[in-house]
């Protein structure tokens, strides 16, 4: 389709989004659009963007909920064809933007999961699972990189040598929408690092040429997926019963430095989330964690 074409195109180089996200927003598109020719030669109308209105937007949305969709796939969605509108309707392919006035499904903010600090301790100082001492020693250098910056996992594969900066600890991080920012390398993570590049990570490389900082056992960069394997095999190993995965190490970072008196704002930058309100759902956490010691503690509670 000619103007969904145009669109990714725009996305891709306008925007300079990753090839995950627009793949996310091609596949969001597809099934809408999809949906809505369907509908279209139903009600007999033409099918053209022209014939699109709010209407069969709002149809696409009870579609999707009575298929029982989350609300948080709802409303991925709906921004998708929000995106979508407003660029056909500037761009004048459209003579209306269809999806302009529709409200986004209120979503459920559910508190994420965190590990306490002896679960986070588990992963960094118990014996690690893996095939050679590299790989064992790439995993706990994974653990404490994605604890001690509290970095995303694409942003972890992401990692290339030279990203890191020995002499200042730091790390320079490609975020979201390609978003460039430097957070600061804590001790421990620095020295499993360079343990890891110094002892372990030439072995991993057998004699290859490969810039990533994390490697898989074939020498070449680690994917996310890889990532998830990782921690899946070692919380096993270590008889985690909590659904532990990369991001659960993000939150953890958040809310430690939250209950021992970071500023919410510095937490912000951090994480690199783009809006104060993101990062607001790690106080309700710290409060959960200080009633159960309320709780727990005061004789009347």
Same mark, same amino acid.
């Given at each position: &389709?000619?103007?969904?074409?145009?669109?990714?195109?725009?996305?891709?180089?306008?925007?300079?989004?990753?090839?995950?996200?627009?793949?996310? /927003?091609?596949?969001?598109?597809?099934?809408? %659009?999809?949906?809505?020719?369907?509908?279209?030669?139903?009600?007999?109308?033409? +099918?053209?963007?022209?014939?699109?209105?709010?209407? %069969?937007?709002?149809?696409?949305?009870?579609?999707?909920?009575?298929?029982?969709?989350?609300?948080?796939? %709802?409303?991925?969605?709906?921004?998708?064809?929000?995106?979508?509108?407003?660029?056909?309707?500037?761009? @004048? &392919?459209?003579?209306?933007?269809?999806?302009?006035?529709?409200?986004?499904?209120?979503?459920?903010?559910?508190?994420?999961?965190? &590990?306490? &600090?002896?679960?986070?301790?588990?992963?960094?100082?118990?014996?690690?699972?893996?095939?050679?001492?590299?790989?064992?020693?790439?995993?706990?250098?994974? !653990?404490?990189?994605? /604890? @001690?910056?509290?970095? *995303?996992?694409?942003?972890?594969?992401?990692?290339?040598?030279?990203?890191?900066?020995?002499?200042?600890? /730091?790390? #320079?991080?490609?975020?979201? @929408?390609?978003?460039?920012?430097?957070?600061?390398?804590?001790?421990?993570?620095?020295?499993?690092?360079?343990?890891?590049?110094?002892?372990?990570?030439?072995?991993?490389?057998?004699?290859? +040429?490969?810039?990533?900082? !994390? =490697?898989?056992?074939? @020498? *070449?960069?680690?994917?996310?997926?890889?990532?998830? /394997?990782?921690?899946?095999?070692?919380? +096993?190993?270590?008889?985690?019963?909590?659904?532990?995965?990369?991001?659960?190490?993000?939150?953890? !970072?958040?809310?430690?430095?939250?209950?021992?008196?970071?500023?919410?704002?510095?937490?912000?930058?951090?994480?690199?989330?783009?809006? =104060?309100?993101?990062?607001?759902?790690?106080?309700?956490? #710290?409060?959960?964690?200080?009633?159960?010691?309320?709780?727990?503690?005061?004789?009347?509670?």
């Amino acid at each position: &389709m000619v103007e969904l074409k145009h669109y990714l195109d725009h996305l891709r180089v306008q925007r300079n989004l990753s090839p995950a996200t627009i793949l996310a /927003y091609e596949r969001d598109l597809t099934h809408f %659009l999809t949906f809505v020719w369907e509908q279209l030669d139903f009600l007999g109308r033409p +099918q053209r963007m022209d014939s699109i209105d709010k209407y %069969l937007v709002r149809d696409y949305l009870s579609f999707l909920t009575r298929e029982h969709y989350a609300r948080s796939t %709802l409303a991925r969605r709906l921004a998708s064809i929000r995106g979508f509108s407003r660029f056909m309707y500037t761009q @004048g &392919m459209v003579k209306r933007d269809f999806a302009i006035g529709l409200k986004t499904p209120k979503q459920k903010k559910s508190i994420p999961d965190v &590990m306490s &600090m002896d679960e986070i301790m588990r992963y960094l100082e118990l014996n690690m699972p893996g095939q050679s001492e590299a790989l064992q020693a790439r995993n706990r250098t994974i !653990f404490e990189v994605l /604890y @001690g910056t509290g970095i *995303r996992v694409a942003e972890l594969v992401g990692l290339n040598l030279a990203d890191v900066d020995h002499a200042s600890q /730091y790390l #320079t991080v490609l975020g979201k @929408g390609r978003k460039e920012r430097v957070v600061p390398l804590g001790d421990y993570a620095l020295l499993s690092i360079e343990s890891y590049c110094s002892k372990y990570r030439p072995e991993l490389l057998q004699g290859q +040429q490969e810039e990533a900082l !994390f =490697l898989n056992s074939r @020498g *070449r960069r680690l994917t996310t997926r890889g990532v998830q /394997y990782i921690v899946d095999q070692c919380s +096993q190993h270590l008889e985690t019963y909590k659904n532990i995965s990369p991001h659960v190490f993000r939150h953890t !970072f958040a809310t430690h430095l939250l209950d021992n008196g970071a500023d919410l704002r510095a937490i912000q930058e951090l994480l690199g989330h783009s809006s =104060l309100s993101t990062t607001q759902i790690y106080t309700k956490v #710290t409060m959960g964690h200080l009633r159960s010691v309320y709780d727990r503690a005061h004789p009347r509670a």
